[in-house]
């Protein structure tokens, strides 16, 4: 099946820093690719939704000026948590559907933020 | 708006016995149902989606519409079914539609030898 990457896959920064998060999909483009968030030994609740070439779209209660998304290639899109603080780490999750294959959604295996 | 209930968070049973995770949701349209796996310190993947009507590792699910489930079932669990596993609902079939995710609370199946 089709490979989605996350980087880096754990980071640790201080509180009121800025962290990017990059997604990849490896060997086929993903005009669509989603951000969720995964609290411990909790589900994974979608965060936004990222158009290559336009805005992203957000969940009702995300902040699009806290959590910035940029999906400026077919293959490539970014997440970035600024001005973290202790409450943002979680574990983030990126998907990316293959439309040109069975318009399966692939996963990224996540990236463990902590914020001191 | 759509969700998915999962109201197992563990469940537990022994090798060779059978095994029903359950999953219901609430969606007021056509909705795509999936069953996602995680196993220990991997990522998430698919394992079986409705409209494909296949067995997957000898897990198959049947969408219920009138009672609104999509419960997994397996007739003969083995040690390597022991894993995370979520429920999920897309909100459209039309690929237009972004094919957003919603997903249960999983459950943990743990198959005991």
């Known amino acids: 099946g089709a490979v989605v990457s996350q980087h880096p896959s754990r980071v640790i920064c201080k509180s009121g820093t800025s962290v990017k998060i990059e997604c990849r999909s490896l060997?086929?483009?993903?005009?669509?690719m989603f951000w969720y968030r995964q609290f411990p030994k909790q589900s994974l609740m979608l965060m936004a939704t990222?158009?290559?070439?336009?805005?992203?779209?957000?969940e009702q209660g995300v902040e699009k000026d806290k959590f910035l998304i940029n999906h400026a290639s077919l293959t490539l899109s970014t997440l970035t948590v600024t001005s973290a603080h202790p409450e943002d780490s979680s574990f983030y999750i990126c998907?990316?559907?293959?439309?040109?294959?069975?318009?399966?959604?692939?996963f990224g295996p996540g990236t463990r933020l902590t914020v001191l | 708006a759509q969700r998915v209930t999962q109201p197992e968070k563990l469940l537990s049973v022994f090798k060779g016995a059978p095994v029903e995770l359950k999953c219901n949701y609430s969606?007021?349209?056509?909705?795509?149902l999936f069953w996602y796996v995680q196993y220990s310190r991997q990522r998430l993947q698919l394992l079986l989606r409705?409209?494909s009507r296949e067995s997957i590792k000898g897990f198959t699910a049947d969408l219920n519409k009138g009672e609104t489930s999509f419960h997994l079932k397996k007739p003969f669990a083995q040690e390597e079914d022991s894993a995370m596993y979520y429920c999920?609902?897309?909100?459209?079939?039309?690929?237009?539609?972004?094919?957003?995710?919603?997903f249960g609370e999983g459950t943990q199946l743990t198959v005991n030898p």
């Open positions: 409705h409209i």
């Open positions: 998907s990316a559907r293959d439309w040109g294959g069975t318009g399966e959604q692939f």
């Open positions: 969606y007021s349209g056509s909705p795509e």
């Open positions: 990222s158009n290559e070439g336009s805005k992203a779209t957000y």
């Open positions: 999920a609902l897309s909100e459209s079939l039309l690929e237009t539609s972004g094919s957003r995710l919603t």
């Open positions: 060997d086929f483009q993903a005009t669509t």
